[in-house]
């Protein structure tokens, strides 16, 4: 109770200061490699300025992963690395439409210097319902993320959930469901934090919902804290 009074209190703080101070983030050249899945001619285009001929004809196939979404970044010296995840669409029948894909791909100075597939998610990661994946997307900024969480909570929750948005490129880890509530365990790191929160800390939560809306949640703290007497 204590740490949740504490959240609460906190999460106006909190927020601007995540907002100021957003950490590695996701850089503007993997936006745009994002964002090019449209076409064939505009992704290629793309990948000629990012990538060496070798990963590009690599990550060519990723161009049936339609509309995808960075779900956790790692900064690893001078590399950064995203997971991301995406529905394909319009494929054979080696890759199936209707599956979420996910994939690893590392930048440094610009230029994609790794990819690396993952394949097809188990089913029990695909039960993420779209409401919940449209609030893991929206801690770019507090504008979105509270305008987010107004369709899918009441006020309480909204007061509390807005200290999520120091944590930056949350992913599920865990779903479970047990008859109308689905329950998601969360990950992700908390940046541009105060003393009381620090920084780079992977920290936890869960979430449950119920009839597409947020009905708790509940901070489990520090990942490397939990379980601990």
Not at 101 to 129: D, M
Not at 134 to 157: F, M, N, Q
Request: with cysteine.
């Amino acid at each position: 109770m204590k740490q949740i009074v504490l959240m609460v209190v906190m999460s106006a703080l909190l927020v601007g200061l995540a907002w100021a101070n957003p950490g590695p983030g996701v850089i503007p050249e993997m936006q745009e490699c994002m964002q090019s899945h449209g076409s064939q001619e505009q992704y290629t285009a793309v990948l000629k300025k990012y990538c060496d001929p070798s990963i590009m004809r690599q990550a060519m196939g990723l161009l049936v992963i339609k509309k995808p979404y960075v779900i956790k970044t790692e900064q690893k010296g001078p590399m950064v690395c995203y997971t991301v995840e995406g529905i394909v669409v319009e494929t054979s029948s080696e890759l199936p439409a209707d599956t979420t894909q996910t994939y690893n791909v590392c930048w440094e100075s610009g230029r994609i210097v790794s990819l690396e597939f993952y394949g097809a998610k188990p089913h029990v990661y695909q039960e993420i319902i779209p409401q919940m994946r449209e609030c893991l997307r929206a801690h770019g900024s507090p504008a979105e993320y509270e305008a987010v969480l107004k369709k899918y909570c009441d006020p309480g929750i909204i007061h509390q959930a807005m200290g999520l948005l120091v944590i930056k490129d949350p992913y599920v880890v865990k779903t479970e469901k047990r008859g109308p509530v689905i329950t998601y365990t969360v990950e992700g790191r908390t940046v541009g934090t105060s003393s009381e929160i620090p920084s780079d800390v992977l920290q936890v939560y869960q979430v449950r919902w119920k009839n597409a809306r947020m009905v708790s949640l509940e901070f489990l703290g520090p990942k490397k804290a939990m379980g601990k007497p």
